[in-house]
């Protein structure tokens, strides 16, 4: 009896869910199906490809989807045949209670483009129930007195079934006192009244047995009995009467438990035990019994149990007052559920699209349904979402919704998004529902690599390495993954005269940039190129910046150079009178100087050059010979340095086109021997002496050139040369030059008396081609 109104009431809450959500979707074009219940997993309702017109391919691409309203998933559908299946077998009265018809809302979403279609299933209700009694036996007593066409109420039966199938009508066994009438209720339940036919006689008869029978409509019908147990009492001649035949009252769903919600009243005009009166659940379900609780001697109705509206939102409770003589009186209460804001709303996600591009434009993110089981403005929803997010939500059908972009994203601004979304219903106080959403945003390559400058400058000293490493360009893109990576190339040259592809390279994965070549600054001091940044997007996009290269001088050229013969005679006329100066080659920054002899010559730093100046006028007691050292010295880092030597041969003067050495001319040694003894001693003394300074002076500039590491002395060795200039170097000197120089004296013209070379002229012509060939190294040794 208890498992049975239980499963009733089940029945009126899966009625009540489904009526709200035909509800929602009314309006809509639909398309009806129809099935009996209790079919079997798997059975073919209808094939959904056909009706949509749409090929089975077509349809499984389009993603097809059955959406139910609530959590159970009644429907499969097939991609393979594009048919509508049963996903389980289907009780009419579980789903539906009651209500006729019986109707399954559900929706078929298509994507691409995104569509809804409506259906409705209609379950067929078969006669798989039979009614059933609350009660088996039912027990009566009726007083003697009872006059014939009393009408005493009974208990009613129940069946499940709807229409032709449900309960019919009732019928008594024996009759000879009693008929039966079958009426109904609001609700269309029928019950049962016993009326009297014939007087009751308690000496005759004072107990009776009957067998009440309710059939149903079905073919073949189905029937339920109980048993009939009367009992005729003595005369008790006034019954119980309520107050009211019929009790209404409403009551808020949230009202606390055992709260008193009504009270019956019922009296009896007879004294004693006929007219005391006690109250009692007549035939009460067990929902009844389990939600209200009646106070036996007050009548008041109690609740025992949370009332919930979504679940049953009336109650019909009928109430016995019956006295101590057996005779009862019936009134009815009817009890109204009044519905509270009591259920947040509820959000369903149907699909959700994530990832989607940054530049795709109104795209559809997700799509999802709301419901609310309130009823009313309790059970109306809106949506939102927040407004600073480029999102907007558009209402489908119905209750169903769709998350849209407004318009294209920017990922490097933005690569992710929680998107919550908040259901709120109309009741008061206002409940809500929140539903997060994260959505990511995939790149496109749309942005170009980026120099952190726009043009570079490197510094790199001649003489460097080939392969070094002069400098590195850097670029970074926005965008991700491979349209993040960048190449690095180098741009043709605007010069086309400029080797770049022989001067550097770069790095193609991190901007390095290499000198393949040793570089000159005397040749090259600057150059600048492009270098390009190209990333591996489709298309791949790219960006360039200028490299400026400056070649830093080293101090890697010696500070002497060759000097034309005529230049070095020039010279040294000049410096044949006191306080004359011959220029000698030299560097910027000045030199180191030596003088030679007692108040003869020196060799003197000059403002411009350097020069070889005679301190004193010479005389024929003056050495007829003379060698002179000079060190030139750069201010480099390192230094560097040359040496050269110069001998210098005084004679009285230069009227003769050619002069002989005093060792080819015998015939005046001979005029004076004495002479030429005094000489000879007086020379080779002053031979020994000269060469005592030189070796000590040369020694010193060996030393002093071992310990600055930038060259190396040269000191004559064995006798004077045969001729009257020899001038060496060393370092970029690479050849000799010898000249016959000669120089006056005594106080003469002071000019010089220029003699033709003892080496043959091509020597001469060399050096005069290596000095032509170098402008540059010439100028660095030029004479002031």
């Not at 079919?39 to 059955?66: H, P, T, Y």
């Not at 990922?411 to 979304?421: H, L, M, P, Q």
């Not at 030596?594 to 000059?606: D, S, Y």
């Not at 080819?664 to 080779?684: E, R």
Request: net charge negative.
């Amino acid at each position: 009896m208890e498992a049975g109104g239980e499963r009733f009431l089940r029945q009126r809450q899966v009625l009540l869910l489904f009526v709200f959500l035909g509800g929602s979707l009314a309006g809509s074009e639909s398309r009806r199906y129809s099935v009996a219940e209790e079919k079997e997993k798997g059975f073919l309702i209808a094939n959904l490809a056909k009706d949509l017109g749409l090929r089975v391919e077509e349809l499984a691409a389009r993603g097809a989807q059955v959406v139910s309203k609530g959590n159970k998933q009644h429907f499969q559908l097939s991609h393979q045949t594009g048919d509508l299946l049963l996903n389980e077998k289907l009780d009419r009265e579980e789903l539906c209670g009651p209500t006729e018809p019986c109707i399954l809302h559900f929706q078929i979403l298509l994507q691409n483009p995104l569509q809804f279609v409506t259906n409705e299933l209609h379950i067929i209700d078969v006669n798989d129930h039979s009614p059933v009694f609350f009660e088996n036996e039912m027990d009566l007593k009726i007083l003697e007195s009872t006059l014939p066409g009393a009408v005493i109420p009974l208990g009613n039966a129940e069946d499940l079934d709807v229409g032709r199938n449900s309960l019919q009508n009732y019928t008594i066994t024996p009759n000879s006192h009693f008929h039966v009438l079958t009426l109904s209720r609001r609700d269309g339940r029928k019950y049962p009244e016993l009326v009297l036919d014939k007087a009751l006689d308690r000496e005759e008869q004072p107990e009776l047995s009957l067998t009440l029978t309710a059939l149903d409509g079905g073919a073949p019908p189905r029937s339920g009995t109980a048993q009939i147990n009367i009992q005729v009492l003595d005369i008790n001649d006034n019954a119980p009467e309520f107050a009211q035949p019929l009790y209404e009252v409403a009551v808020l769903e949230n009202t606390p438990v055992n709260s008193v919600i009504v009270t019956v009243l019922a009296s009896d005009l007879d004294t004693g035990s006929f007219g005391t009166i006690s109250y009692a659940f007549f035939h009460a379900s067990e929902e009844i019994r389990k939600t209200f609780q009646l106070n036996p001697i007050t009548g008041d109705i109690q609740l025992v149990k949370y009332l919930n509206f979504e679940a049953i939102n009336s109650y019909e409770v009928d109430i016995e007052a019956k006295d101590g003589g057996g005779l009862s009186g019936k009134s009815t209460v009817i009890i109204q559920v009044v519905d509270v804001n009591d259920n947040p709303p509820e959000l369903t996600l149907s699909s959700v699209n994530s990832p989607i591009p940054e530049n795709s434009a109104e795209t559809v993110l997700a799509v999802f349904s709301v419901s609310d089981l309130d009823s009313g403005d309790n059970g109306r929803v809106v949506c939102s979402i927040e407004n600073n997010l480029p999102f907007v939500l558009k209402p489908s059908v119905e209750n169903f919704y769709t998350l849209i972009s407004e318009g294209a994203l920017d990922r490097e601004t933005r690569s992710e998004y929680n998107i919550t979304i908040t259901v709120t219903d109309l009741g008061t106080p206002r409940l809500k529902t929140k539903y997060n959403i994260t959505v990511l945003v995939s790149d496109v390559n749309d942005n170009a690599p980026a120099f952190t400058q726009t043009s570079y400058t490197l510094f790199v000293r001649e003489n460097n390495s080939p392969a070094l490493h002069i400098g590195s360009v850097s670029a970074t893109d926005r965008d991700s993954g491979t349209n993040a990576q960048v190449t690095y190339s180098l741009l043709p040259p605007q010069d086309p005269h400029l080797p770049l592809a022989s001067l550097v390279s770069i790095n193609a994965d991190n901007g390095h940039l290499f000198a393949l070549r040793s570089l000159d600054y005397e040749a090259l001091q600057k150059f600048e190129f492009r270098v390009g940044a190209t990333d591996r997007g489709s298309p791949a996009l790219s960006s360039e910046a200028l490299v400026r290269v400056l070649v830093l001088d080293a101090n890697d050229n010696s500070a002497l150079r060759a000097v034309p013969a005529a230049e070095w005679l020039r010279a040294l006329h000049r410096a044949g009178a006191p306080g004359g100066r011959a220029g000698l080659p030299g560097d910027q920054g000045g030199g180191g100087g030596r003088r030679l002899g007692p108040e003869r010559l020196a060799v003197v730093p000059a403002a411009q050059g350097h020069g070889a100046r005679a301190v004193r006028l010479l005389s024929e007691r003056d050495a007829a010979k003379h060698r002179l050292v000079v060190l030139v010295k750069d201010n480099g880092e390192p230094p560097r340095s040359a040496t050269a030597t110069l001998h210098l041969l005084l004679v009285d003067g230069f009227s003769q086109p050619f002069l002989l050495l005093p060792e080819a001319a015998p015939a005046q040694a001979q005029d004076d021997s004495l002479t030429v003894y005094l000489v000879v001693a007086l020379a080779s003394v002053s031979s020994l002496f000269l060469l005592s300074v030189l070796l000590f002076v040369a020694v010193r500039l060996c030393r002093r050139s071992r310990e600055a590491s930038v060259g190396r002395c040269s000191v004559p060795e064995g006798l004077f040369p045969g001729h009257l200039v020899d001038v060496s170097g060393t370092e970029t000197l690479s050849q000799s030059y010898q000249y016959e120089v000669c120089l006056t004296g005594g106080p003469g013209t002071n000019e010089f008396k220029f003699l033709k070379p003892i080496i043959p002229n091509f020597v001469a012509q060399g050096a005069e081609r290596v000095s032509e060939a170098n402008p540059s190294f010439r100028k660095s040794f030029e004479f002031s």
